[in-house]
């Protein structure tokens, strides 16, 4: 069965830093993967996805995120964090041949100026 | 307006009450979605529906009701609500649920049962 860990319920960095989210599958073949983003009292929102066309895919707000076959991991990354990247970061997966999308359990991300 | 609205934003009721959740999407997408999010479970599945009249439970459907007359709409009725039930509700759209393509989230319901 498909699964997603988010290593660290709650990241906090300084504004201009790297920002770095953690994000591994469980996956015998390649999945499909999504980061979203879900700024206070809103929905959540789609950063990115992999779609296997290439690696290191890009997203909106700067936000780029590297599927690593071989370390199962899609982490999420920012060159430098601006006070406005304060959200919670949901990285989700699903199967390369399933109906389910399966959420990861979110990563506060918190930016002190 | 264009995309997906969920009403009311905010609700509070009292336990035992019926309450019902709107969503409604504007793109003709053939999927809906409800979850919950609560503080440590991340988001949690409790219904979907892949087309009018077609609907499925997800990981935590008891104590929920849903229904898909239309396609643009999927409300979600709490037949007789618990305290358990405290929680932000968001309502989904997608073209699929397979492959590549992404939900589209609406901006949540939050409940408070008392």
């Keep these: 069965a498909q699964s997603v860990t988010q290593l660290g319920s709650h990241v906090s960095v300084s504004e201009g830093a790297l920002v770095l989210?953690?994000?591994?599958?469980?996956?015998?073949?390649?999945?499909?993967?999504?980061?979203?983003?879900?700024?206070?009292?809103?929905?959540?929102?789609?950063?990115?996805?992999?779609?296997?066309?290439?690696?290191?895919?890009?997203?909106?707000?700067?936000?780029?995120?590297?599927?690593?076959?071989?370390?199962?991991?899609?982490?999420?990354?920012?060159?430098?964090?601006?006070?406005?990247?304060?959200?919670?970061?949901?990285?989700?997966?699903?199967?390369?041949?399933?109906?389910?999308?399966?959420?990861?359990?979110?990563?506060?991300?918190?930016?002190?100026? | 307006d264009a995309g997906i609205t969920q009403s009311p934003r905010y609700k509070i009721t009292e336990t035992g009450r019926q309450v019902t959740l709107m969503c409604?999407?504007?793109?003709?997408?053939?999927?809906?979605?409800?979850?919950?999010?609560?503080?440590?479970?991340?988001?949690?599945?409790?219904y979907y529906s892949a087309a009018a009249d077609i609907t499925d439970k997800g990981e935590v459907p008891d104590g929920y009701v849903v229904s898909r007359s239309k396609t643009e709409n999927f409300p979600l009725t709490l037949e007789s609500a618990t305290r358990s039930q405290t929680s932000v509700y968001f309502c989904a759209s997608s073209e699929s649920n397979r492959g590549v393509y992404e939900q589209y989230f609406g901006p949540g319901t939050r409940l408070t049962v008392t």
């Design chain 1, 21 to 113: 989210l953690r994000c591994n599958y469980s996956s015998s073949v390649p999945p499909y993967l999504f980061w979203y983003v879900q700024y206070p009292n809103q929905g959540l929102q789609l950063l990115l996805k992999y779609t296997s066309a290439a690696t290191l895919v890009k997203g909106i707000n700067g936000f780029e995120a590297e599927f690593k076959k071989s370390e199962t991991s899609f982490h999420l990354t920012k060159p430098s964090a601006h006070m406005s990247d304060a959200a919670e970061y949901f990285c989700a997966v699903r199967g390369y041949n399933t109906d389910k999308l399966i959420f990861g359990t979110g990563t506060r991300l918190q930016v002190f100026p």
């Design chain 2, 24 to 46: 409604h999407q504007t793109w003709s997408h053939s999927y809906m979605f409800w979850y919950r999010q609560d503080l440590g479970h991340g988001l949690r599945l409790i």
